[in-house]
């Protein structure tokens, strides 16, 4: 089965650091593009970052730019949120998803069909 | 950046009721438009993608449509199970935006 599972999150100071890990299981993490999406507490979801299978082309949402750096190992099966210089708004549950590209009427679409339970980060003083 | 509006913000609807949430994106985005339904305290799931596709395992009585600018969900049978948030999301370009939500209420 396929399954996506974060760590890491936490309660942090502001200016704090984290970083948060998911661990893909059950499919050939290798070849699927990934992002981190987040969602503050009683707010709408926030896509902050995505990164390709071989890691090149990355970005990031403005939100995050300069701060938050995404990467991963696909010899582990595994995704990282490298959260710095971390805000009070920075405050979230944070989802790794998986992304899929999909060729319908010769264009390529895509979406995030597998996605993680979250993990929370809390920062605060 | 790519602003997403839906409406309406939440709405209440009975058991068997059809309901269509609506989605506006601020440019053209052709089809890249996503569904995701998210229940409390649980990660999105896909429900449609690329408009009006419907994922693997969703049933039946969702369905999505429209293009360029303007796009609908639609329950056709509304089930007490559909109790939900619905969330579009445009995949045209990075950044990926979402939609704010749309909380759904059984009567």
């Known amino acids: 089965e396929v399954h996506l599972v974060e760590s890491g999150g936490g309660l942090v100071q502001p200016e704090g650091s984290l970083r948060l890990s998911c661990s893909a299981s059950?499919?050939?993490?290798?070849?699927?593009?990934m992002n981190w999406v987040r969602q503050a507490p009683g707010k709408g979801l926030e896509w902050i970052s995505y990164?390709?299978?071989?890691?090149?082309?990355?970005y990031y949402a403005d939100s995050v730019k300069g701060r938050f750096t995404i990467s991963r190992n696909n010899a582990k099966n595994s995704l990282f949120l490298q959260m710095n210089s971390l805000r009070a708004e920075d405050t979230a549950v944070y989802y790794c998803?998986?992304?899929?590209?999909?060729?319908?009427?010769?264009?390529?679409?895509?979406?995030?069909?597998?996605w993680g339970k979250g993990t929370t980060v809390t920062v605060s003083s | 950046d790519i602003q997403m509006t839906q409406s309406p913000s939440s709405l209440s609807a009975s058991v068997g009721d059809r309901v269509t949430i609506t989605c506006r994106a601020s440019?053209?985005?052709?089809?890249?438009l996503n569904w995701y339904q998210q229940k409390p305290g649980r990660a999105p799931k896909l429900l449609i993608y690329?408009?009006?596709n419907v994922q693997s395992g969703v049933p039946s009585r969702f369905s999505g449509s429209g293009g360029g600018t303007d796009f609908s969900l639609t329950i056709s049978s509304l089930q007490p199970e559909d109790s939900a948030t619905y969330s579009c999301?445009?995949?045209?370009?990075?950044?990926?935006?979402f939609g704010q939500g749309t909380k759904l209420e059984i009567k």
């Open positions: 998803a998986r992304e899929v590209t999909h060729l319908l009427g010769g264009y390529q679409y895509h979406y995030m069909d597998v």
């Open positions: 059950g499919f050939t993490f290798s070849i699927y593009n």
């Open positions: 990164i390709s299978s071989g890691s090149s082309p990355i």
């Open positions: 440019q053209t985005i052709s089809s890249h």
């Open positions: 690329a408009a009006s």
């Open positions: 999301q445009q995949s045209f370009n990075t950044p990926y935006t």
